[in-house]
């Protein structure tokens, strides 16, 4: 297994995701803007990267996956506001103003709203850094690498582009000049303005005229696309899985399996996965989609070559690509055929399939806890027949860790007669089989313990210990039997026990694609309760992945509204309004439909993984949102009416809207159609900022205007009532 081939894949994926993206995203800007201020805004990506690779180190962020792919993830955010403050510089630079005070004034202009945008998108990736556990610590490195490219990004807009713009040269007619990229140039752009005058302009004030139908058409399709989520009908992932290179099998046989029993058992997974790596073989190159097969008994590969014990054992699968397999298979294809290839393992206390580390926590556990041991394995049969019952749920096992057959003395009452104790009576058959130590000689550097005890011949047969006599503590010795009942039976290897209570967990394996854990834990939690009756001593708590799912929502679930009443105080304080703030944020949950809509159109699960994506996307849409509210009350201190103001802001914003939107998706493209196995994990992060952003460009066109005009119809109707 060949590691570092695995980190050059990562390596060439992020080269050319972000060779990609920065492409598009300069054309894009070039078609809109003129050629020299696309690429004056375009510099920003690479001193805001450089920024922040400088600084990751001081904040604990070090250079790996998760902090490679966030740059991709940025990248398309990390131009908005360069993108609002040269689109306003440029034009003014239109309108004919001098080169340096147009710099300064569509600079100054744009400084409120773009500074709380920037704010407002670092804000918002606060919860990541909230989160806790492993994953807080992986996934608080995304907001690190975000957040300090959003700070240089910032500083950039602010005083190195305006720098740069100051010394342009723009007409008022023609542009820069009259070269075949120009025209082709002005063409796009005018082709732009006149769609603006044509098309969206008429629509505008189509909506304002209709405004409570308009705004409840747009919540009524809202509505209905979050009420389908939540409804249960779409699935929903804690953690996506991926297919990877590698896929294994896991054995565990009761402690003291002979060794002969294992390896037969082993061999038979292994004879499996021989038959499907001939299955999956293409005749013509004779390569198969297994490429190598590893056996491990009594240490773990995957552990890195721990120690397990002879009784524990791993089959492990090396995987070709996805891309590059000879017959189209995922690895959870290659796992179910495995599995029902090699069937029960007789006698075995565990066989696990996975192909996914995140499938070493198990999906579904059950902690029982109580006092007596017998109520929990009762109730640990019956919670695994129910579990048993469901469809895509498989590998239903239980903690209970029996070990070796034991013999079992138990002290009759004559023995107490004699004052004989049950630690006397363990003593004395531990010196009879084990031994006792008398005496230690010294050989040379060796000590050398003299044991005595029984004969080897006379320790071998159980009918021996019927025969022993126990010497009471009155120097009396008496036959076993006469004392201690002889019974055998069976041992545990490990006794768990939780806040010293005994323990059994129940778990199980999912098929996550076809089956929602969450469904099904909701149907078992009335039987749950009624085995609590039945069983009165024992309690239950839901661990595993549900019990991450669970302390990760909750994490975020107050991160995001501690980060919603902070966005709401830093856009309070600059319009100086307590409403205000609201339109802007409105916005927020319009924009998680286009986020679930592009989720059904790539056909993916939402995940935790979307609901990151829904925070960085909270951030953007208030950005843009904040531009325009800030572009209409500028238009209002002029004297504008309100629905005047609100048609001129629109727009005038088009532009730096659209642009913002459409350079974000395009940042975000090719990691959003990215094919290889090491970025399936953040393509739905990707989806939900790319498309929420795509469909929320439509609403902060329309309802922004509409709402804040309705907001001023409310605000004149109650100074008239109290006017009266």
């Known amino acids: 297994f060949d590691t570092s081939r695995e980190i050059a894949i990562w390596l060439d994926i992020l080269l050319r995701n972000a060779i990609q993206g920065g492409i598009i995203i300069l054309l894009i800007l070039a078609l809109f803007l003129r050629p020299s201020v696309a690429v004056w805004i375009f510099v920003g990506i690479p001193v805001s990267f450089m920024g922040a690779l400088a600084l990751m180190p001081e904040l604990g962020a070090t250079v790996n996956v998760i902090t490679l792919f966030s740059f991709i993830l940025v990248l398309g955010i990390v131009v908005d506001d360069a993108i609002v403050t040269g689109e306003n510089i440029y034009t003014h630079l239109r309108h004919g103003d001098d080169p340096t005070l147009a710099a300064i004034r569509g600079t100054h202009e ?53 720098t740069h713009m100051s010394h342009l040269r723009v007409t008022a007619d023609n542009g820069q000049s009259e070269n075949r990229l120009t025209r082709f140039q002005n063409r796009i752009a005018d082709g732009l303005e006149r769609g603006i005058r044509t098309v ?43 297919d990877g ?71 492990i699968l090396e995987l070709a690509p996805p891309t590059e397999r000879p017959v189209a298979i995922t690895n959870a294809e290659v796992i179910r055929q495995w599995r029902q290839a090699t069937g029960p393992i007789p006698g075995a206390r565990e066989l696990g399939f996975y192909f996914d580390e995140q499938q070493l926590v198990d999906p579904i556990d059950i902690q029982l806890v109580g006092e007596h041991f017998e109520d929990l394995a009762a109730a640990a049969i019956e919670i695994k027949a129910r579990l048993a019952e469901y469809p895509g749920v498989f590998d239903v096992r239980d903690s209970a860790d029996i070990g070796r057959e034991e013999i079992e003395l138990t002290l009759r009452p004559e023995a107490r007669l004699l004052a004989l104790s049950v630690a006397n009576l363990g003593t004395q058959v531990r010196q009879a089989f084990f031994g006792d130590e008398i005496q230690r000689i010294q050989r040379g550097r060796d000590d050398v313990r003299v044991m005595v005890r029984y004969p080897l011949s006379e320790r071998r047969a159980e009918m021996n210990l019927s025969r022993m006599k126990i010497r009471t503590p009155a120097g009396v010795e008496v036959p076993i039997g006469t004392v201690a009942d002889i019974t055998v039976g069976t041992g545990f290897s490990t006794i768990h026990r939780v806040d010293r209570h005994r323990a059994i967990n129940v778990t199980a394996d999912v098929d996550k694609e ?67 703030p609201m339109i802007v944020m409105g916005i927020i949950p319009f924009s998680v439909v286009g986020a679930l809509l592009g989720h059904m159109i790539m056909g993916l699960s939402l995940s935790m993984m979307s609901i990151m994506g829904l925070l960085a996307l909270v951030g953007v849409v208030v950005n843009d949102s904040l531009v325009l509210v800030d572009y209409i009350n500028r238009r209002r201190r002029e004297g504008i009416a309100v629905m005047d103001a609100a048609r001129i802001a629109g727009v005038a914003r088009f532009r730096p809207i659209l642009l913002t939107s459409l350079t974000t998706f395009a940042g975000l493209m090719p990691l959003i159609f990215e094919d290889s196995i090491q970025a399936q994990y953040l393509i739905p992060m990707a989806v939900s900022l790319g498309f929420g952003i795509l469909y929320a460009t439509s609403l902060t066109l329309f309802l922004i205007p509409i709402s804040y005009t309705l907001l001023e119809d409310a605000r004149d109707r109650a100074r008239g009532e109290r006017r009266n």
């Open 245 to 315: 290179d590698i896929a294994w099998a896991t054995l565990e046989m009761p402690a003291g399996t002979p060794t002969d029993a294992m390896a037969s058992h082993l061999a038979r997974i292994t004879e499996m996965a021989h038959r499907l790596q001939d299955q999956y073989r293409d005749p013509a190159t004779g390569e198969s989609a297994i490429r190598n097969i590893l056996i491990e008994n009594g240490w773990s590969f995957l552990l890195g070559l721990k120690n397990t014990g002879a009784h524990k054992g791993e089959v």
């Open 514 to 580: 076809n089956t929602d854990i969450n469904r099904i834990m909701t149907d078992m939690r009335p039987f749950l309760a009624e085995l609590q009756k039945r069983h009165p001593g024992i309690r239950y708590s839901l661990e595993g992945e549900l019990r991450q799912q669970r302390e990760s929502l909750t994490s975020l679930y107050i991160g995001v509204g501690l980060v919603l009443f902070v966005i709401y105080a830093l856009l309070a304080i600059p319009l100086r309004s307590y409403t205000q």
């Open 200 to 242: 969206y302009q008429p629509l505008l004030v189509r909506a304002l005229g209709n405004r409570f139908l308009t705004l409840s058409l747009f919540v009524g399709i809202s509505f209905v696309l979050i009420s389908f989520v939540f409804s249960g009908r779409y699935h929903f992932m804690f953690f996506p899985e991926v």
């Open 110 to 162: 744009m400084a409120v709203p773009v500074t709380l945008g920037v704010l407002s998108t670092m804000i918002a990736f606060i919860p990541l850094l909230l989160m806790e556990g492993e994953r807080g610590v992986i996934f608080g490195q995304i907001s690190v690498v975000v957040m300090l490219v959003l700070f240089f990004s910032l500083i950039e807009s602010k005083f190195i582009l305006p």
